[in-house]
């Protein structure tokens, strides 16, 4: 079934080792804020163009996360990687020149310093650019008041919470993982989406109830 476009968020950040626990943090704070997560990573299916993919995924999501702080070369080939600021760009055009629901599209960008994006990609001046400083706590806490605030929902605690209920849910992670006969390292897109969906469900989010719900 198709996920819902006013609760789900595109996440466009690196995939490698080095951003993992960023990208984890981050995962876990939309999925906890009650928002379905969507990312290049979710299909594997080698018979779909990555591109036609991305573009899909796009379409079907109101909210973007896009983390542009990843400007080093590569160790291989000398060149940069202009993938984050690619799918940006065609979000940023989606919203611009698409139709309906597509209007209403959001995002957030991030990069390890606030204004760095001035030196590689000024023409996104304008846009509110957050920064993580490269810390997955910073980037859960900038994500869970950026969620809280757009959408309106009363029913989104502040990002110190959020972040306590992540660092409880990694003391357990890795007895899951073992009942699993995973281990944290081996764990896919799917796996993570999944492991923290059902310690979620198992570990809601209370409220007084004063509380209103939007």
């Not at 940006?88 to 055009?93: A, I, S, T």
């Not at 969620?147 to 990694?170: A, D, H, M, Q, V």
């Not at 469900?201 to 719900?213: F, M, Q």
Request: net charge neutral; glycine share 4%.
């Amino acid at each position: 079934m198709k996920p819902e476009y006013s609760k789900s968020v595109f996440i466009n950040c690196p995939f490698d080792e080095e951003y993992l626990s960023i990208f984890r943090a981050i995962t876990f704070a939309v999925i906890d804020c009650g928002f379905i997560v969507r990312c290049a990573n979710e299909m594997s299916d080698s018979s779909e163009v990555r591109i036609d993919k991305i573009v899909k995924i796009i379409s079907e999501c109101k909210y973007g996360i896009h983390d542009i702080s990843r400007t080093e070369l590569d160790r291989e080939t000398n060149l940069p990687r202009f993938n984050m600021p690619f799918e940006l760009g065609m979000f940023l055009g989606a919203k611009r020149f698409g139709k309906s629901e597509q209007k209403t599209k959001v995002c957030l960008v991030l990069d390890r310093e606030r204004y760095r994006y001035h030196a590689f990609i000024s023409d996104i001046a304008g846009q509110d650019i957050k920064s993580h400083e490269n810390n997955d706590s910073k980037a859960l806490k900038v994500v869970t008041d950026w969620l809280r605030y757009l959408s309106g929902r009363k029913t989104i605690p502040g990002g110190t919470e959020i972040l306590e209920r992540y660092r409880l849910f990694n003391l357990k992670l890795p007895g899951v993982c073992e009942e699993l006969r995973l281990t944290i390292e081996e764990m896919a897109f799917f796996d993570y989406t999944n492991i923290v969906s059902i310690w979620l469900r198992d570990n809601p989010l209370l409220y007084p109830k004063s509380t209103l719900r939007s």
